[in-house]
């Protein structure tokens, strides 16, 4: 699948910092497995929020002098974007399409860095069938036949069992009295009859009437399920369970807890971590697609906004924390922005440092607090605040004074929060605004 267009990160020596994340350090190579969208609408600011957090770790990971392997989904095939087409009327297959090129072009303007591999859904399904093939193998699954699946070649539906996952529950990340509800909450069929546990997920779904359905071999025709979709996603592109498995904090369970017992039970037991990130509500409820109080990246684009003080009102939030927007967060993030590209004019015009180089003197101070500050479990808000004191030192020099300020210190602010201070800024793309508002939203 196309990606978005790779961004141009300024070169920085390895910085001395040893990144913790959710308390564990890594390790020196990395691999990194992103839970992306399924597009059935245009990225909001909680979906922002989710790839920005990733994109630090990314350029956190580097900085430090570690290898990298990263990876990001689609689901471009799922109940929400088939119910979401119907619901429109239009072709499931364009709304992916469409959508992916939006949120590729979101994330162009946000200078998020692009995985190595973005895989979709529809192009791993020789994967998904392989892997759904040997969990049935091992017992790990079972066939479960209704009258929408009436026989013939395949298996019909088929389900994973958690009974035969004996970390399932061990490694719950949710009160088990809680398990089913949350489960049927997130797309889950506790009362599918036929299933032998409530909790069991869909592997795949088998062909029915006016859906989607592909060649599954020993399975026969019909389309992946969700948790295995990811699963098998990892096992190829990453070789089984990822350093960091990333998404939103309602990814945590069911779609992250089952994808990893599927890794479990495809002989891939060893621990990986989890980095959730916190909701983004507005109006009182979680910014949501189903709900539809939703700030859309592409409409504040549209209107004007400065990617890159999106990017700021966003890093002023802690990533695993819960928060509410409003617009006031997005002027005081344009603000700090203005502040922040004084300092760096006077940064560019000011005699180097002799001998200044990335990661030299003044900028080498700047990027090893930015980073400090990233590798204590990503604090973004911290890593802000760093800049600020950065760019309130070089303003605060009496006028006419030229003083000596190392330029790269720019870089360090580009290489590690992906603000460019030497871009001008965007002018509103009317294009972009007439392609946003004609697209059929709730």
């Known amino acids: 699948m196309d990606n978005w267009l790779n961004v141009k990160v300024p070169g920085l020596p390895p910085l001395p910092v040893e990144p913790r994340l959710g308390g564990r350090a890594l390790p020196r190579a990395v691999s990194l497995y992103v839970c992306g969208i399924t597009p059935y609408d245009a990225t909001h600011l909680g979906h922002a929020q989710t790839y920005l957090t990733f994109d630090y770790v990314v350029r956190l990971v580097r900085a430090s002098g570690r290898t990298l392997r990263y990876v990001q989904n689609v689901t471009d095939v799922d109940d929400p974007l088939l119910e979401r087409a119907t619901e429109i009327g239009v072709d499931w297959r364009d709304l992916a399409r469409e959508e992916i090129a939006l949120y590729f072009a979101d994330m162009e303007a946000l200078r998020v860095v692009p995985p190595d591999h973005y895989v979709g859904a529809v192009e791993s399904i020789p994967l998904v069938v392989d892997a759904v093939t040997r969990l049935l193998a091992v017992g790990a699954a079972y ?23 004996a970390l399932f529950w061990e490694e719950l990340p949710i009160p088990a009295r809680d398990a089913l509800g949350v489960f049927a909450e997130r797309g889950g069929d506790p009362a599918r009859p036929g299933k032998r546990a409530a ?32 699963a098998a996603i ?12 990333g998404g939103g904090s309602d990814l945590s369970f ?25 909701m983004v509500g507005l109006d009182g409820h979680k910014m949501s697609k189903s709900l539809g109080n939703l700030v859309l990246v592409s409409r504040l684009r549209a209107a004007g906004a400065d990617p890159r003080a999106i990017r700021l009102a966003l890093a002023a939030h802690h990533y695993a924390a819960e928060w509410e927007w409003d617009d006031g967060q997005l002027v005081a993030a344009q603000r700090r922005l203005g502040h922040w590209l004084a300092a760096a004019r006077i940064a560019g015009s000011s005699p180097r440092i002799p001998g200044g180089t990335p990661g030299s003197s ?19 808000p911290a890593a802000l605040d760093a800049v600020d004191r ?10 006419g004074d030229p003083g000596t300020v190392d330029p790269s210190a720019v870089d360090a602010v580009d290489a590690l929060l992906g603000i460019d201070l030497r871009a001008d800024p965007p002018a509103p793309d009317t294009r972009l605004a007439n392609q946003v508002l004609s697209l059929p939203r709730r």
């Open 234 to 245: 990892a096992e190829h592109w990453l070789g089984g369970v990822p350093t960091i498995t």
């Open 143 to 165: 066939p479960v036949r209704t009258p929408e699946t009436p026989g013939g070649a395949g298996a019909g539906d088929v389900y994973g069992s958690v009974a035969a996952d």
């Open 362 to 380: 003044a900028a080498g101070g700047l990027a090893t607090l930015v980073a400090t500050a990233l590798a204590a479990d990503l604090d973004t």
């Open 254 to 278: 069911p779609h992250h807890h089952m994808s990893a017992s599927h890794l479990r039970q495809l002989g891939h037991p060893e621990p990986g971590m989890t980095m959730h990130v916190g």
């Open 199 to 230: 909790l069991d997920p869909l592997l795949w779904r088998a062909e029915r009437a006016a859906e989607p359905a592909w060649d599954g071999g020993p399975l026969g025709a019909g389309r992946p399920g969700w948790h295995i979709e990811c």
């Open 390 to 399: 950065w760019a309130d030192a070089v303003l605060a020099r009496p006028e």
